[in-house]
């Protein structure tokens, strides 16, 4: 099944400054790339995705990279705001379930004023 | 809209009790999950109903019962739970065809605490 990595396990930044998150998956066949915020006692938000056909998207403050032959993806957050601190959650689908999302560790963002 | 509703926000059972969790889209999505998340842990898929249909157990305990009554609504009876089984459940929906993967959209979850 699909191996999902994702680095660092926790980030602080001060306000303003960039932040990136990295992961990294085994299954050179996935297509789909997802990051979910998720903010205390909430469910996961999607917040941006990116499809194999492509190498970069961005969403006003928030990118995501992708290079598929190094097998990894990115959410690049620029001028951090103290709202976007969460857990971010990247995932990529199982090569072994329909639909099915394997998740990375999370990577819980503070950002300080 | 991408909103998913469940309900109820918190539910505390004991372990002889009897409950269910619910879960409503109205964005027309055909696949609807449940997936179990522990603190400082990723979501983790429990089961997926697509049209209907059940299309992955992952291996689930059957003290946690899946039902879609139809393609707006999804729960989960609970009976019989255990002190490890609390946790946040959480809902999801997306579209769903054949060779393709689409969004999921996530409920705000329902914090289950087993007593």
């Known amino acids: 099944g699909e191996n999902v990595e994702q680095h660092p396990s926790t980030l602080s930044v001060q306000e303003g400054d960039s932040a990136v998150i990295k992961c990294t998956y085994s299954d050179s066949a996935s297509n789909y790339f997802p990051w979910y915020k998720q903010e205390l006692g909430k469910g996961p938000q999607l917040i941006i995705d990116?499809?194999?056909?492509?190498g970069e998207k961005k969403d006003q403050r928030i990118a995501v990279t992708l290079n598929k032959t190094a097998k990894h993806f990115s959410l690049h957050i620029t001028e951090t705001q103290p709202e976007d601190s969460a857990v971010y959650f990247c995932a990529v689908p199982s090569s072994t379930g329909f639909q099915k999302l394997v998740f990375g560790t999370g990577t819980r963002l503070l950002v300080s004023p | 809209d991408t909103e998913v509703t469940q309900t109820p926000k918190h539910l505390v059972m004991g372990m002889t009790n009897k409950k269910s969790l619910k879960c409503e889209q109205h964005m027309g999505h055909r696949a609807m999950y449940w997936y179990k998340q522990k603190a400082k842990k990723p979501p983790e898929l429990m089961f997926v109903y697509s049209y209907e249909k059940l299309s992955i157990n992952e291996s689930v305990p059957s003290r946690f019962s899946p039902e879609c009554p139809n393609s707006s609504l999804l729960n989960l009876h609970l009976h019989a739970l255990q002190p490890e089984d609390s946790a946040l459940y959480l809902c999801a929906s997306s579209q769903v065809a054949s060779g393709s993967f689409y969004e999921q959209y996530f409920g705000p979850g329902t914090r289950l605490t087993v007593t």
């Open positions: 990116i499809r194999s056909n492509v």
